[in-house]
C-alpha cells in the first residue's frame, strides 16, 4: 500500500519559517508529479505547489509565490516544501499528493498543522 508520510509543521511565528518533507514508499516515486495542498478550517482543500517528475517544472499559488519553495529528491523519494516569510493566512493542514496519469493514480498523506501566530 502506498505511503505518504508527512513531517516538519509546528507553531511558528510570522514572517518565521518552516520546511515541510514528504516521504513516500510503495511507489515509482520518479514517475509521479508530487504537490502539496493546503485546508484551512472551513475552507476548501487548494493546491499551495507542484513539483514535475524530474524537479524541471514547479507551479505555485499565487499567494505564496517569491516565498515557499518545492523540490524533490528522488534518490530519498522525497518532497519538500520550504516556507518563508510565514504569515497568519498560511495556518492550514498540510497534504502531501502524488498523481500520475494513463493509468490514473492520486495518492494522499494523513496531513501536517502548519499555524502561524504571536
Known amino acids: 500500500q502506498v505511503q505518504l508520510v508527512e513531517s516538519g509543521g509546528g507553531l511558528v511565528q510570522p514572517g518565521g519559517s518552516l520546511r515541510l518533507s514528504c516521504v513516500a514508499s510503495?511507489?515509482?516515486?520518479?514517475?509521479?508529479?508530487m504537490g502539496w495542498y493546503r485546508q484551512a478550517p472551513g475552507k476548501e482543500r487548494e493546491l499551495v505547489a507542484s513539483?514535475?517528475?524530474?524537479?524541471?517544472?514547479?507551479n505555485y499559488a499565487d499567494s505564496v509565490k517569491g516565498r515557499f519553495t518545492i523540490s524533490r529528491d528522488n534518490v530519498k523519494t522525497t518532497v519538500y516544501l520550504q516556507m518563508n516569510s510565514l504569515k497568519p493566512e498560511d495556518t492550514a493542514v498540510y497534504y502531501c499528493?502524488?498523481?500520475?496519469?494513463?493509468?490514473?493514480?492520486?495518492?494522499w498523506g494523513q496531513g501536517t498543522q502548519v499555524t502561524v501566530s504571536s
Open positions: 499528493n502524488a498523481r500520475k496519469l494513463s493509468p490514473s493514480y492520486n495518492y
Open positions: 510503495r511507489l515509482i516515486f520518479s514517475i509521479y508529479t
Open positions: 513539483i514535475a517528475t524530474n524537479g524541471g517544472s514547479t
